[in-house]
C-alpha cells in the first residue's frame, strides 16, 4: 500500500513538473527587441551619393523573453521595414543597402506582432519593436550623417525633388538632414512627373521654389509638388 502510496506521489510530482514546464512554455513572452548594429554610417563626404549604390550590411534582430529569461536571434522572425526607402531599403533577412539616391539620416525597424501587450495582458495584434539609425553621408557635408546638431526633416507630397545647400538632403520622398545648429539650409524643390509648382510651409523664408530654414533647434517643412 505504501510502494502504491509513494509511485502515484512520484507519479503526481512529475505531472506537476511537466504541467509547470509546459504552462512556462506557453507563457513565454517577446518583451523587447534591439538592433545589432544599433547605427551604421554609408559613404564619406568625398564620395558622391550615388557612388554609395549597393553598399551593405547585415542587421541582426535579438528578441528579449521572459517566463524564463533568455534573448534570442530573431532576425528572420521580424519584419523589417526603412522609414526612407529611397535612401535605404532593407529586405526581409535584415540587409540594409544603400540606395544611392538620397543622403541623410533614416530609421530602420524591426517589428513582431504578437498576442500580448508589454504588460502580458491579451491584446490581439499587440507590437514589439526595435530600431537603428542609418546614415547616408552627404557629398561636400562637414561630417557623417547624424554627426551634426540638429535635424531638418522635410516632408514631400506629390513628385519631386528636393535639395539643399549646405548639402545634407537630397530625396524625392520625406527625409531628414543633419546641420549644425546656426546653419541657414536652402532647400531647392524641383518639380518631376509633369508637376510644375512647389508650395511650402514651415519655412522662414520662400522664393519661386527655394525654402530657406534657419536651424536653432529641429525642423520640419512640407512642400507639396502639383
Known sequence: MKGLLFRSLGAAVILSSLLASFSCARDQQLVSISVQPGTETFGDSNTPVSA??????NLRALGTYNHPPVTKDITSLVTWTSNTPQMVTVDSA????ATGLA?????VFATVQTN??????????????GSMKANVVCLGSSG???SSDLNLTVGITGSGTVSSTPPGLGCSFNCVGSFLSGSTVTLTATPTGG???A??????SM??????????????VTVTFS
Not at 52 to 57: C, E, I, W
Open 52 to 57: 554609395d549604390a549597393g553598399l551593405s550590411v
Open 94 to 97: 535584415g540587409v540594409l543597402t
Open 103 to 107: 543622403c541623410g539620416n533614416a530609421l
Open 116 to 129: 500580448k501587450s508589454a504588460g502580458g495582458l491579451g491584446s490581439s495584434g499587440a507590437l514589439v519593436t
Open 144 to 146: 557623417g550623417g547624424g
Open 195 to 197: 508637376a510644375t509648382t
Open 199 to 204: 508650395s511650402w510651409v514651415g519655412c522662414d
Open 207 to 220: 522664393n519661386a521654389n527655394t525654402c530657406t530654414v534657419i536651424l536653432l533647434s529641429n525642423r520640419t
